[in-house]
């Protein structure tokens, strides 16, 4: 199944993505994709309404695309877990997960404008995972029955507060708009192997991440295991698994981008998405 959410900010309505291409409203089965839908086995209910076979409430086709779930508990963020980026990043590569959190109120829509905040905005494409139950203390043997599904993530950072403002990713990661997700989530059997995905990215039609997630340093049910030794994962939460080399950082020269710029990025599987950077004026 694809998972979507159609609407204006705030307000939007679940629904299907079938593959011709209609957007099927699912509000007789939900009110939203939230914490309670997959808690309380919505995914099972989802697919039994799909079975039926009575899939006619289709939602307005032109209307914005939101984010494919509601805001969830939390979205933890994983660093340097792509060999070829640690290297870019003149970093070795970690002996375990580098974790960090990004705030949730950064989600926005995937072709919602990207909001920057000064001068050392940077990209980065990533394959996201979207948490089914509550999880804690698994084996990476386990992970797979944790997992709702999958989704496309531009995990956006401000360099500035990074690197000249005392270091914290938390502060540079969690800026609004800094999140956005989809166009989809699709449900764990559509990605029967999420580490070996091919994702990229572009600025302005320029191609500057092109990588697969085989070049992960620990891969989905490693990163979702060493997670769940630290936290308990909610339904719904999001963990982002890292970004492949050729972020603006690690260009030479550097590279941010600046008002009018056009990213484009996708993983197979996993759509596309688009944002248009605008300066924030307040």
Sequence with gaps: ???????????????????????????????????HFFEQG??????????????????????????????????????????????????????EPVLFFKASSAICGPYDDLIIPGDKTDWEVELAVVIAKRTRCITPEDALDSIAGYVLHNDYSERESQLERGGQWVKRK????????????????????????????????TTLQNSTTSDFIFDVWEVISYTSQFMTLLPGDVISTGTPAGVGLGLNPQRYLKPGDIIELGIDGLGEARQVARARHS
């Design 174 to 205: 969690s800026y609004d708009t800094f999140a956005p997700l989809g166009p989809f989530l699709a449900t764990a059997d559509e990605i029967p192997d999420p580490n070996n995905r091919k994702l990229w990215l572009s600025v302005n039609g």
């Design 42 to 95: 919505g995914l099972a209910k989802l697919q039994a309404w799909i079975d039926t076979g009575v899939l006619k409430d289709e939602l307005d086709p032109n209307a914005r695309m939101g984010p494919p779930i509601a805001r969830p508990s939390k979205i933890v963020c994983v660093g340097l877990n792509y060999a070829l980026h640690a290297k870019e990043s003149g970093m070795k590569p970690p002996a």
């Design 1 to 35: 199944m694809k998972l979507i959410r159609i609407g204006p900010d705030g307000q939007e309505k679940p629904g299907l993505l079938l593959n011709d291409g209609r957007r099927i409203d699912a509000s007789l089965v939900t009110d939203d994709y939230n914490e």
